[in-house]
């Protein structure tokens, strides 16, 4: 083979070393940067090292569906439970099925996490009832005598009278089409409408001697009567009527039979109303429920309060009951008197209320913050002693090779601190203990891939050329030995991530995003610097401390000008 001509760079040669080295300098200034103008400098702990609650649901057979527990329905519902759970803003929540019927949900310690603990508990399904009746749950005072009703100035008489008025009648929202954006604001509808008769004086249409008895009957003051009575509820028929309690109003209803399935909602969510200057719910509905939502509220539209009244039953208990005064169809919206808050829960509610499968708590479990500090703690110091190791084998193996694999060591882990913080806002990962080994396992492969480029470099030495040839033609070797190591890591980690769940998928992930990063520092990092270095005396004259010197490598005697065309055969060819 011909020997190469002059000024022609060998195979894998750098020339640009400092474009490199400034380039990912950068990439490093502008992560370290967003990670505090973002405000998240830490990354999120998952809840065996930030500590919360795992609650585990078991599915339960139905009558009439012993099939209905399958992993279809028990994917389904995971991805509902998740949603609802994360929709209330509770960060890292982790929902994952466990054998045949077992969900676990996992809730780290954090904002709302016991209305979210309610809200995996409340693993039933949703419908929407038309009201038939109702009645205060609460014994009523006896009324005053209308001679000195309103007429008395004291201010005991007012206040019995705002207390009677609060509990005989029903606040009840607005249910009405949703209006286009440039559509004039409708006027706030009236939040308070009593029933024109009482209707335990009158039985309404639809009401049966036997209702009226079962809603006399009905206790809905502590929580244990409400779940009794939601258990009777959520176990009746869907076309037949219910007793269904209202914990928010302190109010009991009779309710028809179910007009829409809640699987039938497609899309609900809190929305602040510029125009009214309320919060407001806005809801929609596949093909199906909007046909049933339009003939319902069609009839629902002719009748009188409370008649008029669609209500929502969340595993029979009612959750709202607005009023409806026009027949509506795909799109709706709910307005009254919401707040944030409430309009927020009541949007989830709607969006993944409806479950495919009954479930139970069996289970649950609170892991505490101290645990999971020390779970953390222990991690940090097994990372710690790794960290040590490796580095004392460098220097005393490589001597001034080391403080190359150091400093690209110290970019890794920047790397990968701050993409870490980064990424707990901006896809939900959360730093676990199976995630911390996965960081911790990437310092022995990113160590390995500068081991392996050093001893190619050593080997050139050994055949007798120079610094700075021998960096140059070792590096083509060193490049595919460690992208076949780095492929094969980076394919088990996303096996792994695939195939399994939960924690497990933490260390996957990391493994994965730190085998990344390690051909991405070795490549824009390592290697231009090693270049860059090569050129120093230091390194180029092969001192003692070096790493590199010729004499303790054993190296042959220089190549000579007139032998170049042997050495050249030689050269390794690109795979």
């Known amino acids: 083979m011909a020997a190469p001509k002059k000024g022609r760079r060998s195979p894998g040669a750098h ?32 809840i065996d090292l930030a500590g919360g609650t795992s609650i585990t649901l078991e599915a339960k057979n139905q ?6 527990i399958n992993p279809t329905n028990m994917k389904t519902a995971v991805g509902i439970i998740e949603r609802r759970v994360n929709g209330l803003g509770v960060s890292e929540a982790e929902v994952q099925t466990q054998g045949d019927r077992h969900i676990i949900a996992n809730i780290p310690r954090g904002t709302n996490e016991k209305q979210a603990r309610e809200q995996v508990g409340t693993t039933a399904k949703l419908a929407f009832r038309p009201v038939l009746t109702y009645a205060p749950s609460t014994p009523q005072p006896k009324p005053s005598p209308p001679e000195s ?13 705002g207390d009677k008025g609060e509990q005989g009648r029903a606040v009840t929202d607005d249910l009405r089409a949703a209006p286009a954006d440039d559509d004039k604001p409708s006027p706030k509808p009236d939040q308070t409408k009593p029933p024109t008769t009482p209707p335990q004086q009158q039985q309404p249409p639809g009401v049966t001697p036997e209702l009226a008895k079962k809603l006399a009957k009905a206790q809905c003051n502590t929580k244990e009567q409400r779940a009794k009575t939601s258990e009777q509820a959520a176990a009746t028929e869907p076309d037949k009527p219910i007793i269904a309690c209202d914990a928010k109003q302190k109010l009991k209803y009779v309710l028809g039979p179910v007009g829409v399935d809640g ?22 509905f596949d093909d199906k429920g909007s046909k049933n939502f339009g003939d319902t509220t069609g009839e629902l539209s002719k009748k009188q309060q409370p008649q008029n009244q669609f209500a929502i039953a969340l595993d029979g208990e009612v959750v709202s009951a607005p009023s409806v005064d026009q027949r509506l169809t795909a799109n709706a919206e709910i307005s009254g008197s919401f707040t944030q808050e409430s309009a927020e829960e009541l949007g989830n509610i709607l969006s993944y209320g409806a479950l495919p499968l009954t479930f139970e708590e069996s289970d649950v479990t609170t892991v505490t913050a101290a645990l999971g500090s020390d779970q953390l703690k222990a991690g940090l110091i097994a990372g710690a002693i790794g960290l040590a190791l490796v580095i004392i084998y460098l220097v005393a193996y490589y001597r001034g090779l080391s403080f190359i694999a150091i400093l690209s060591l110290l970019v890794s882990a920047v790397l990968t601190y701050t993409l870490m913080s980064l990424l707990g806002p901006a896809i939900g990962f959360a730093l676990n203990l199976p995630a911390v080994c996965g960081a911790i396992v990437a310092i022995g492969i990113t160590a390995d891939s500068f081991i392996v480029y050093f001893e190619r470099i050593r080997d050139e030495i050994r055949e007798g050329r120079t610094l700075r040839p021998a960096v140059e033609r070792g590096w083509p070797r060193a490049r595919r030995t460690i992208l076949v190591s780095d492929f094969v890591s980076f394919l088990a980690a996303a096996v792994l991530f695939i195939v399994t769940v939960g924690k497990v998928q933490g260390f996957a992930f990391t493994l994965g995003l730190t085998t990344l990063l390690d051909v991405v520092v070795v490549f824009f990092f390592t290697k231009p610097l090693m270049t860059v270095l090569a050129r120093g005396k230091f390194f180029s004259s092969g001192h003692p401390w070096s790493g590199l010197d010729p004499t303790r490598l054993g190296a042959k005697p220089p190549l000579r000008r007139g032998r170049r065309s042997y050495a050249v055969s030689t050269d390794p060819k690109e795979a």
Do not use: Y
């Open 15 to 46: 020339g640009k070393p400092g474009r490199s080295l400034i380039l990912i300098l950068l990439v490093l200034g502008g992560l370290t940067g967003g990670m505090f103008l973002s405000g998240h400098t830490t990354p999120r702990l998952g």
């Open 63 to 68: 009558p009439g569906k012993a099939d209905a």
């Open 149 to 161: 009703g309103g007429k008395k100035d004291g201010k005991g008489d007012k206040a019995e009278e």
């Open 263 to 284: 699987k039938n909602v497609t899309d609900a969510k809190a929305q602040f109303d510029q125009k009214r200057g309320q919060w407001i719910v806005t809801m929609s």
